[in-house]
């Protein structure tokens, strides 16, 4: 066999289907293999912490009490100007 033969053997077996869909399937398989073998998880984000409250919500009955004596001063001091 000569040169030009073996060049357009080898030219007609690159060119077949098959040869190129192993071809492209054997890069997938290297890439996702490649990827397994580096991946790294990211480190978990630090929570936040919650700062403590200073002062704990007054309940509804007392803010109404308060609401209450606030109205009655009010009343009281328009009364008297």
């Known amino acids: 066999m000569s040169f030009k033969e073996y060049f ?24 996702f ?5 580096t991946y790294k998880k990211k480190p978990p984000r630090p929570r936040k912490r919650k700062a403590p409250k200073s002062s ?3 309940a509804p009955e007392e803010k109404k009490e308060e609401n209450a004596e606030s109205e009655e001063e009010d009343k009281s001091a328009s009364k008297t100007s």
């Open 8 to 31: 357009s053997l080898i030219f007609s077996v690159l060119k077949d289907f098959r040869v190129i869909g192993t071809i492209a399937v054997m890069i997938i398989v290297i890439e």
């Open 33 to 37: 293999a490649k990827f397994v073998t």
């Open 56 to 58: 704990q919500p007054q």
